[in-house]
């Protein structure tokens, strides 16, 4: 008995309906993926737009201490120097985004959690940090140290 | 056997097959030999997993995944809710010890080279599962929102955010923005809740498939002993005697989490505040300390390469040479071969120990 007649090859139309309907398949799970991926991701918080926030009062830092603030959506760091007078970093540690602090018994800026050290001018001296903090300008207005983001 | 359980299990046998129910327990043997006491922290990982899910849907019923709540909630379990103290102890601690039970596991199968063929996807699973496993620490950590727990988060998924290309993108996917806040509380909430168990679930479901089909590794010098005749073949089937010796070890280990819990009760912290400086001392859990210790000595840059990038090619092709040994290590019994990769696994632990030593110091 012979082996029941096959179709060598698939018949010409057939491939097409494959082609079409796999096609169409595959439009349909991208467009149910899409959405869903673009849900993952959060839409952008607008940045603030402020230049300048006040930091602190004159009268609130002795000399040779830092105070963290809040310049937008981020910590600054307000050192009042051993001369009595401000400067103004930004507070996020350019190695793993720590918020740093002033050591008052280094006169330098640490971060702890991994031991990286600046100095007063936000230099990366030593520790894996590997940028200089963002600088940012200090102005006292009367009682108020005000603190502007460079343009 | 009692004759109300021979009835149900004729009844049930009735239904999946005969026999089939029988047949699946016996199956199962474990090998006896100097190394068997091995064989119990798989299982040792699995009751800890357990206690896990019972107690994590225990603390469910009172906590609340927003920063302005998170830390309230805790400390609310902690003080006013009969047990609530006893629930989140259980909880911290157990986790702590299903992770060592896990690496205990994860080693013993890597000294032992139970990974070799045909055991590669139980090798594989395994370490998935490990993987997630460190995924339920990491997330489960931020979860009470205090300080430490915080910056831990902050560097963590730093970390991810420095990997070329889609760094950024799986940063946000983490942090559901671009610093850590509520949004990231609530998505660590939904991974450490519904994502990651369900993912645990179902690649468990996949290890013990294998380990049940594939039946136990027995270590390559007590078979050539075997082979040449030196030592009898020698097992004991899984259900019950193995399991009750199993059970034994688990009742042990539900003693020393209810001392663990009373004696040691998990410390809650502080309530973070992002804008205030990482405090001092600040560290991961003690699984993560070898990484972190790492990240601490590589300096800002090496040659012309990012230091952290360093730090976290170096980790990920590490796990990735890991998950692969049994493709790596594939003629046991070439001594050479075989040596070098028992070495490699004493180096390991041996980084392991001393650089989470030396972030403790």
């Known amino acids: 008995m012979s082996a029941p007649e096959q179709n060598p090859s698939p018949h010409p139309d057939r491939r097409w309906v494959t082609v079409i309907l796999g096609s169409g398949l595959a439009a349909s799970v991208v467009s149910f993926l899409y959405p869903a991926i673009r849900y993952i991701i959060p839409p952008p918080v607008a940045e603030s737009t402020n230049r300048s926030v006040v930091a602190a009062k004159v009268a609130e830092l002795k000399n040779n201490t830092g105070k963290i603030f809040k310049f937008g959506s981020k910590p600054g760091l307000l050192v009042r120097m051993p001369d009595g007078t401000f400067r103004a970093f930004s507070a996020v540690c350019t190695h793993l985004n720590c918020t740093v602090q002033y050591r008052d018994d280094l006169h330098e800026i640490w971060c702890a959690c991994h031991n990286g050290l600046y100095d007063l001018e936000g230099r990366n001296v030593s520790g894996p940090p590997p940028r200089p903090l963002e600088t940012f300008e200090v102005h006292v207005q009367g009682e108020d140290v005000v603190v502007t983001r460079n343009s | ?361």
């Open chain 2, 1 to 361: 056997m009692s004759s109300l359980f021979r009835r149900t299990l004729d009844w049930l046998d009735e239904r999946f097959g005969a026999g089939s129910i029988e047949e699946f327990l016996r199956h199962k043997t474990v090998p006896i030999h100097k190394h068997s006491v091995w064989y119990y922290f798989g299982g040792m990982t699995l009751f800890l997993f357990v206690v896990q899910v019972l107690t994590g849907i225990l603390l469910l019923l009172y906590y609340r995944p927003t920063p302005n709540d998170a830390f309230e909630s805790v400390q609310y379990l902690m003080t006013q809710v009969r047990f609530g103290w006893l629930i989140r102890s259980v909880h911290s601690w157990s986790a702590n010890l299903m992770i060592l039970a896990a690496f205990i596991h994860m080693f013993s199968v890597y000294f032992l080279k139970a990974y070799r063929k045909p055991r590669e996807l139980t090798w594989i699973t395994g370490m998935l599962l490990l993987f997630i496993v460190m995924g339920f620490g990491f997330s489960g950590y931020l979860l009470p929102w205090n300080t430490l727990a915080f910056f831990a988060t902050k560097v963590g998924t730093e970390m991810a955010g420095s990997i070329p290309i889609v760094g950024k993108w799986f940063l946000v996917f983490l942090r559901g923005g671009d610093e850590v806040t509520g949004a990231t509380l609530t998505r660590f909430f939904g991974f450490h809740v519904a994502v990651l168990p369900g993912l645990a679930t179902t690649l468990l479901a996949l290890h013990l498939l294998l380990v049940q089909t594939l039946g136990m590794s027995v270590p390559p010098g007590v078979e050539r002993a075997i082979a040449e005749g030196r030592q009898p073949r020698r097992s004991m089937p899984f259900v019950p005697n193995f399991f009750l010796r199993d059970a034994i070890g688990w009742y042990a280990a539900l003693g020393v989490l209810g001392a663990l819990a009373a004696i040691f009760p998990w410390e809650l912290g502080v309530k973070a505040d992002p804008f205030a400086a990482a405090p001092a001392g600040i560290r991961p859990e003690w699984y993560f300390l070898f990484v972190f210790q790492t990240l601490k000595y590589i300096p800002a840059k090496v040659f012309f390469i990012d230091g952290e990038l360093l730090g976290i090619f170096g980790f990920s092709a590490a796990a990735l040479i890991w998950v692969a040994i049994p493709f790596l290590d594939r003629r046991v019994g070439f001594a050479p071969l075989t040596r070098f990769f028992t070495g490699l696994g004493i180096f390991v632990i041996g980084y392991m120990i001393v650089l989470s030593w030396l972030a403790l110091r």
